[in-house]
Structure formats: C-alpha cells, structure tokens
Nanobody, 122 residues
C-alpha cells in the first residue's frame, strides 16, 4: 500500500508559521480522505484537519482560522499550513489516509506516516 512521509516540522516561535508536507509514495487521487493529526506525550491523539476526495475540509475548533489543509494530486502530496502558532500547538504531527477509492463517511484512517515534531517556543 501507499506510504506516507511527513516533513516540515521544526522549532518556531509563538506567532510564527510552518508548512508541513505529507508525501505519498503513490497516487492519492482516488483516496476517500486525507488528514492531519497531532499528539502530545501523555495525551490522546487528536484530529487537526481533514480533506476529502471532493476537497471538503474540516478543522478542529482549536486551529480553525489558523491552519489550512490542502492537497496537490499531481504531486501526491498533502500540506498543512500552520499560521499564528501557539505554544499549545506543539506536538508530533501525523499524516494519515483513508485509502478507500470511494466517497463515503465516516472516514477511516488506516495509513499513517511516521510523524514530524513541531515545537513552539514562547
């Protein structure tokens, strides 16, 4: 199956920006959905944003208005643009895919990347 590799994480000051990339080893054109999740040590993994095959996007309330998910099917890549970063945004960010060649809900994310660390300093 397709593999996902995240990149773009790093250290940024509060108020700054980062763009995360999720490169897939194969086509994601027919995938039902792609998503970004994040996890802080000792806490539950949480949904950050999703984008469907039809380009419908959803965001966690905590990031709405600050983060933007997008996809470039010609590059088999999904992005997460993070602006106005806050200390509480610090986490390991994971890319995930619902690889079903369908248009259905709810999403089922079974393909995961290795994660990329985002650190936000005050």
């Amino acid at each position: 199956q397709v593999q996902l590799v995240e990149s773009g994480g790093g250290l940024v000051q509060a108020g700054g920006s980062l763009r995360l990339s999720c490169a897939a080893s194969g086509s994601i054109f027919n995938f039902n959905a792609m998503g970004w999740f994040r996890q802080v040590s000792g806490k539950q993994r949480e949904l950050v944003a999703t984008i469907s095959r039809g380009a419908i996007t959803n965001y966690a309330a905590s990031v709405k208005g600050r983060f933007t998910i997008s996809r470039d099917n010609t590059k088999n890549t999904v992005y997460l643009q993070m602006d106005s970063l806050k200390v509480e945004d610090a986490a390991v960010y994971y890319c995930a895919a619902d690889g079903r060649p369908m248009r259905v809900a709810p999403y089922e994310f079974h393909i995961w990347g290795q994660g990329t660390q985002v650190t936000v300093s005050s």
